[in-house]
């Protein structure tokens, strides 16, 4: 039987910077049964960065959705892309709005 992840982390952001805060964080918890789930607006600019910047570390790296016909905002699609990838019996998100932490997840 395949070991089951205990907690799934879930980051969505889409502005630059952050990534600092978030690993150092991640790097003072002292439960290590998790995994990153970031749904990334700037996939594309900065994946091959977050993979060397998290290589230590289980980080599932996956591309803001695109905007489908009749869709205002991404918010909710980037949700449940990133429910779908996650693994975790729990899931846990952290919410990155204008530059500030509102949201911390202890783990």
């Given at each position: 039987m395949a070991h089951e992840t205990t907690i799934s982390?879930?980051?969505?952001?889409?502005?630059?910077?952050?990534?600092?805060?978030?690993?150092?964080?991640?790097?003072?918890?002292?439960?290590?049964?998790?995994?990153?789930?970031?749904v990334d607006g700037l996939y594309n600019e900065r994946k091959d960065e977050v993979a060397e910047y998290?290589?230590?570390?289980?980080?599932?790296?996956?591309?803001?959705?695109?905007?489908?016909?009749?869709?205002?905002?991404r918010l909710a699609r980037c949700w449940n892309v990133a429910f779908k990838a996650c693994s975790g019996k729990l899931l846990i998100s952290l919410h990155i709005v204008t530059g500030k932490?509102?949201?911390r997840a202890h783990v």
């Open positions: 982390l879930i980051y969505i952001s889409n502005r630059y910077g952050g990534l600092d805060i978030l690993k150092a964080n991640i790097l003072r918890q002292q439960f290590f049964d998790y995994e990153i789930v970031f998290f290589k230590h570390h289980k980080i599932i790296h996956l591309p803001e959705p695109e905007m489908g016909e009749g869709y205002v905002h932490q509102i949201g």
